[in-house]
T-cell receptor, first 112, second 114 residues
Framework: DAEITQSPRHKITETGRQVTLACHQT?????MFWYRQDLGHGLRLIHY???????NKGEVSDGYSVSRSNTEDLPLTLESAASSQTSVYFC???????????FGPGTRLTVT | DQQVKQNSPSLSVQEGRISILNCDYT??????FLWYKKYPAEGPTFLIS?????DKNEDGRFTVFLNKSAKHLSLHIVPSQPGDSAVYFC?????????????FGSGTQLTVLP
C-alpha cells in the first residue's frame, strides 16, 4: 500500500546542531508540505513544494530549509537547531493543490 | 493573527450524546473547509469537508455546517462514541490563485466519556 513515512520518529539534539528530518511518500504526489504542531497554535506551515526543484516558504520558515530532488522525498533541515524549534513535525502530501492532505506519523524533536 | 480559530481547547461529552465542535474564520476569501481528526502519536487524518456553495455536508455520524455570514463552521458528531476521542482540527483554504495551502485552527480535544 502507498504511504507516507517520517524518520526518525523521535530525535533529541543540542542547540546549534544541524538536523534533517526525512519524509518519504510512495503515492507519487507532486505536492508535499511540512508543518509543526505546537500547543495553542495547531498546525503551522513551514515549507511546501509543488514538484521537483520547487520549494516555497510557509508561515514559519525561518531557521528551516527544504530541498526537492525527486517526487518521493522532501527532507526538512534545521540549519542550527534552537530550543524554540522543539516541536512535533508533520509531513503531508496531496495529489491536488488545495486538496485533502495525507499526513505522516510525525517526528517529535527536542532541542536541548 | 490567526485566520482560523477554534476557541474551545477541550470538550467532554457523554457517549451517545451529540458532540459539537466549533470553528471561526476571519478571511472571507476562504471557500473550502475541512475537518481533520488526530489521535496521539499519529498524523492527522481527513474527516469531512464542505465547499462554500453548501451549508451542510453529511457523512454518516459526522455533519459539518457552514454559516458564511457569520464566518463560522461546526462539526456535529451523533451519536458520539469513545473512539471519537481525539483532537479535531478545522482547516480552510482559498481555491484560486497561488496561495491554496490549508490554514489550520489550533485544535479541540474531544473526550467522549463512556
Amino acid at each position: 500500500d502507498a504511504e507516507i513515512t517520517q524518520s526518525p520518529r523521535h530525535k533529541i539534539t543540542e542547540t546549534g546542531r544541524q538536523v534533517t528530518l526525512a519524509c518519504h511518500q510512495t503515492w507519487n504526489h507532486n505536492n508535499m508540505f511540512w508543518y509543526r504542531q505546537d500547543l495553542g497554535h495547531g498546525l503551522r506551515l513551514i515549507h511546501y513544494s509543488y514538484g521537483v526543484q520547487d520549494t516555497n516558504k510557509g508561515e514559519v520558515s525561518d531557521g528551516y530549509s527544504v530541498s526537492r530532488s525527486n517526487t518521493e522525498d522532501l527532507p526538512l533541515t534545521l540549519e542550527s537547531a534552537a530550543s524554540s524549534q522543539t516541536s512535533v513535525y508533520f509531513c503531508a502530501s496531496t495529489p491536488r493543490v488545495g486538496g485533502e492532505q495525507y499526513f505522516g506519523p510525525g517526528t517529535r524533536l527536542t532541542v536541548t | 493573527d490567526q485566520q482560523v480559530k477554534q476557541n474551545s481547547p477541550s470538550l467532554s461529552v457523554q457517549e451517545g450524546r451529540i458532540s459539537i465542535l466549533n470553528c471561526d474564520y476571519t478571511n472571507s476569501m476562504f471557500d473550502y473547509f475541512l475537518w481533520y481528526k488526530k489521535y496521539p502519536a499519529e498524523g492527522p487524518t481527513f474527516l469531512i469537508s464542505i465547499s462554500s456553495i453548501k451549508d451542510k455536508n453529511e457523512d454518516g455520524r459526522f455533519t459539518v455546517f457552514l454559516n458564511k455570514s457569520a464566518k463560522h463552521l461546526s462539526l456535529h458528531i451523533v451519536p458520539s462514541q469513545p473512539g471519537d476521542s481525539a483532537v479535531y482540527f478545522c482547516a480552510a483554504r482559498i481555491s484560486s490563485g497561488s496561495a491554496r495551502q490549508l490554514t489550520f485552527g489550533s485544535g479541540t480535544q474531544l473526550t467522549v466519556l463512556p
